[in-house]
């Protein structure tokens, strides 16, 4: 299901992403005494009390606007709240309501959604006194908080969640219906490969990078199967993009991720692969969806220089060695076709079943090749191990203790495991837990 947005929006220097950073547990959006260091929107899907949520950490504002800088930041908090499905408006309990405040509320009033005023900063038990004042900003949750000391987090995110939308019920797939989710960054292609793939002018194409803003589905029948295509840069007509907008399709591409079986994500051949390119590949691969790289705009690419371009994006990729890489050329249609076919492939690969004995004699064997290595005097011992019942690309293996687990025996076996079974494309997941009694398993040998 999609997640919601939380934005947090509100002046310079209040401790937005302080707040932010201690909602997450780590260090993530930039601290710092001076304005306006918060520019870029810094996007991070978490989750509290079982609801998974999209935060989103904007950049301060004050009433005047001198620089285009200045104006663009809060033109950039004024979409993150039109983006939002709850807004957090944070203010600093040591400077009182100033004027800024009492613009920053009006705006989130304004936006008629669900809001939370924060007053932050309230560092000691006397700062309390200073909390009051802040109901007159006209905003009826009022929790004052320490983001700096960790005091009153636990009831601000209580109180996010209860003004959440209702969690949404995903309506299973009928029969064996594939969803695909287009995914990268702004103006690599990815609406001129929705065109090519479905054959008609379904997403509108337009050269302006973040020209797409929500997510547009195209269905087509394919060998019989049905397929569904989420071009999460779709928009339904062309208009002119406001700065921004860019940012807010991370989001889009988060919930498209998760939605789907299989995403696509698709790299600009003419630009190496950015950072973002390199988090968006990251999150699919934690969040267990099937993932192909499409390297688009390959025609642009000399042919001299082409071999130098795979090798190149071969290590610069080195943690997707697993992934099927495809070029392409949306534009001229070149090679688009495979595109489907290799996803049905990875697609296949991800929901196969295996049986419990075939996987735990697969990991004995594994570990046959090459032990564990010692921790201390003790050695990683593996009860039993199968498939996940809901989520058949993770294994779960019952050890002796968790903590024996290196991370570089976790990638031998996943290399072997990926090796026998042929999970080309799919990021395995493992998950260690401790081992109680094995389990008496029936009919094994049927099963085998």
Not at 180 to 192: F, M
Not at 278 to 302: F, Q
Not at 363 to 378: D, F, K, L, Q, S
Request: glycine share 6%; with cysteine.
């Amino acid at each position: 299901m999609s997640r919601p947005v939380i934005a947090l929006v509100g002046r310079t220097n209040v401790g937005k992403s302080t707040l932010l950073n201690r909602v997450l547990g780590q260090r993530l959006a930039v601290v710092d005494d001076r304005p306006n260091v918060t520019r870029d929107r810094l996007i991070v899907p978490t989750s509290w009390s079982g609801r998974d949520i999209a935060m989103v950490d904007t950049g301060g504002w004050g009433m005047d606007t001198a620089t285009e800088l200045d104006a663009q930041v809060k033109r950039q908090a004024e979409i993150a709240m039109s983006q939002a499905d709850v807004l957090v408006l944070v203010a600093a309990a040591n400077d009182g309501v100033i004027a800024s405040d009492i613009e920053a509320a009006k705006l989130v009033r304004e936006a008629g959604k669900p809001c939370i005023l924060v007053v932050n900063k309230v560092d000691h038990d006397q700062h309390h006194a200073l909390v009051s004042e802040f109901y007159r900003l006209g905003i009826d949750a009022v929790i004052p908080v320490s983001a700096l000391h960790n005091r009153g987090i636990r009831e601000f995110m209580d109180t996010v969640v209860e003004k959440l939308p209702p969690a949404e019920t995903e309506a299973p797939l009928q029969g064996d219906r594939i969803r695909l989710a287009i995914v990268g960054r702004p103006n690599a292609g990815k609406s001129t490969l929705l065109n090519a793939i479905v054959g008609d002018e379904r997403a509108i194409v337009d050269s302006t990078p973040g020209t797409t803003r929500d997510p547009l589905d195209a269905e087509l029948l394919w060998q019989g199967r049905r397929l569904v295509l989420v071009d999460t840069a779709g928009i339904r007509k062309r208009s002119r993009v406001d700065y921004g907008v860019d940012y807010f399709s991370v989001i889009r591409a988060i919930q498209a991720i998760e939605r789907c079986d299989v995403a696509l994500l698709v790299l600009d051949a003419t630009e190496p692969a950015t950072v973002q390119d390199v988090t968006i590949a990251r999150y699919v691969r934690e969040s267990g969806r099937g993932l192909i790289l499409v390297v688009n705009k390959w025609d642009l690419v000399p042919p001299e220089y082409r071999d130098a371009h795979k090798d190149w994006m071969r290590r610069r990729l080195d943690f997707l060695s697993f992934v099927p890489v495809l070029h392409v050329s949306a534009k001229e249609r070149r090679n688009v076709k495979t595109i489907l076919q290799k996803a049905y492939e990875v697609w296949k690969a991800r929901g196969q079943r295996l049986s419990r004995s075939t996987v735990d004699t697969a990991i004995r064997e594994a570990i046959g090749r090459h032990a564990p290595p010692m921790v201390g005097t003790r050695r990683l011992d593996v009860v039993w191990a199968h498939q996940d019942e809901s989520e058949p690309w993770k294994l779960v293996l019952h050890v002796n203790d968790p903590k024996l687990v290196p991370p570089t025996y976790t990638r031998y076996l996943e290399r072997e495991m990926r090796r026998q079974f042929k999970y080309h494309g799919v990021p395995l997941l493992f998950e260690f837990v401790p081992a109680g009694r094995r389990p008496r398993r029936r009919q094994e040998s049927e099963a085998r």
